[in-house]
């Protein structure tokens, strides 16, 4: 077998007693699946917005793969046979770095003739707050707009439960603010993969209603970032029909191992730790308490974020490091927290080229080759213990039987 690793593969030899947990992957939607969603839309439609004058429409950055070039052309087409003519597209930033002009033109292609801005966190306007406590703060152009429309992709999420639906107002163009508040209830323990009722989730929802989150246009993609369906129409209804179907290819009923071998999926998935822990948080049900989980991951860039990585090194223990989240936060150090927690219930070795302490810093033993981590998981669970490996860890969720 093989695991994508950097940009090759390394061979498993995966005999007796191993059970491979693979994604069920459906094939790509026929042509016009995106007309299709906009002509059956979920709870509300289009047509209902006929009379307002200005539309924003939110859409990704560069970090996320949602296809913007093929959902906008229909969706405009739509709104301009509404009569609706002052379009606008903002680019969904959160708190991320600014992109250049060739990665918005990367992302629109064809529409680049569209007016388009990218979200500005210093130039929002406060619109109230959610139950949670989260002030709701977005950029001033889209609350001055008639109609807001949301586009995106809806996959596995690991503190919102999945992407997609109302994430794109809030980190997407709220205030700096807004996201940290957000971000905060992550270390609610119901804040994890796979749960529409993360209470992040819930939190970015209660924010798109206030800011009057319109319209959305998702789609789900398989591993191939084909369309595998296309979703319209409430922010609630028409996410939760892509959901659905994200857990129809990707969430696996498992019976716990000794051993699980997660592979991060290789470049670009697997660049550093911060982009493949992923992968680990997605196998953990996978594995049973005081099991093993390896992580295949070459992560040349290393931690990959300097929050993360002064928290880790910061921290005498993995009980230093999860009780300081417990009391403040800082986006990047959850990272060092979340495999600070893992590691109370799971021995962790990762497979990378990082150097020998960096690892270790993480809470991680390190190795240097599959068969070396192989080694010292059998030294813990046996030579004979039950192993579970998921090729495709990035994609595929483990849930326990």
Not at 255 to 279: H, M, S, W, Y
Not at 355 to 378: H, I, N, W, Y
Request: proline share 5%; with cysteine; charged share 25%.
């Amino acid at each position: 077998m093989k695991l994508w690793y950097g940009q090759g593969v390394l061979e498993l030899d995966a005999g007796d007693g191993v059970e491979v947990v693979l994604p069920k992957e459906l094939p790509a939607a026929g042509a016009g699946e995106i007309e299709r969603s906009l002509r059956q839309p979920a709870g509300k439609r289009l047509d209902e917005f006929q009379g307002c004058k200005s539309a924003s429409i939110l859409v990704s950055d560069i970090t996320r793969p949602s296809p913007t070039h093929l959902m906008l052309p229909p969706l405009t087409k739509r709104l301009k046979e509404l009569g609706i003519r002052d379009l606008r597209v903002v680019f969904g930033l959160g708190t991320h770095r600014r992109m250049t002009d060739a990665e918005e033109m990367l992302l629109l292609k064809d529409c680049a003739g569209l007016p388009h801005q990218q979200h500005n966190p210093q130039a929002c306007v406060p619109l109230g707050e959610t139950r949670r406590g989260t002030p709701v703060e977005i950029l001033d152009m889209v609350a001055s707009s008639d109609l807001i429309i949301a586009t995106g992709n809806i996959e596995y999420h690991y503190y919102a439960g999945y992407s997609g639906g109302a994430k794109a107002v809030l980190p997407g163009v709220s205030s700096e603010a807004s996201v940290i508040k957000n971000h905060e209830l992550m270390r609610d323990p119901a804040s994890v993969t796979g749960r529409l009722d993360s209470p992040v989730r819930l939190d970015m929802e209660d924010a798109a209603e206030i800011a009057g989150l319109d319209f959305i246009l998702n789609v789900v993609l398989n591993g191939k970032k084909e369309i595998v369906q296309s979703v319209a129409g409430d922010f609630r209804e028409a996410h939760r029909a892509g959901a659905a179907t994200v857990d129809v290819m990707y969430r696996r009923a498992v019976q716990p191992a000794e051993i699980v071998i997660t592979c991060a999926g290789g470049r670009p998935k697997d660049l550093n730790l911060f982009q493949a822990q992923k992968a680990l948080d997605n196998a953990k049900n996978a594995a049973l308490p005081g099991g093993t989980i390896i992580l295949v991951a070459e992560c040349c860039e290393g931690l990959g974020n300097h929050v993360f990585e002064r928290w880790a090194r910061d921290a005498c223990s993995a009980e230093d490091c999860w009780e300081r989240f417990g009391r403040e936060y800082e986006f990047g150090g959850h990272k060092a927290a979340f495999l600070a927690q893992e590691s109370f219930h799971h021995q962790l070795i990762l497979v990378s080229s990082m150097p020998d302490e960096l690892v270790r810093m993480c809470f991680m033993q390190p190795a240097k080759t599959l068969g070396e981590a192989l080694s010292l998981a059998k030294e813990s669970q046996g030579k004979d213990a039950r192993t579970i490996v998921m090729p495709h860890g990035n994609l595929t969720l483990a849930v326990s039987k």
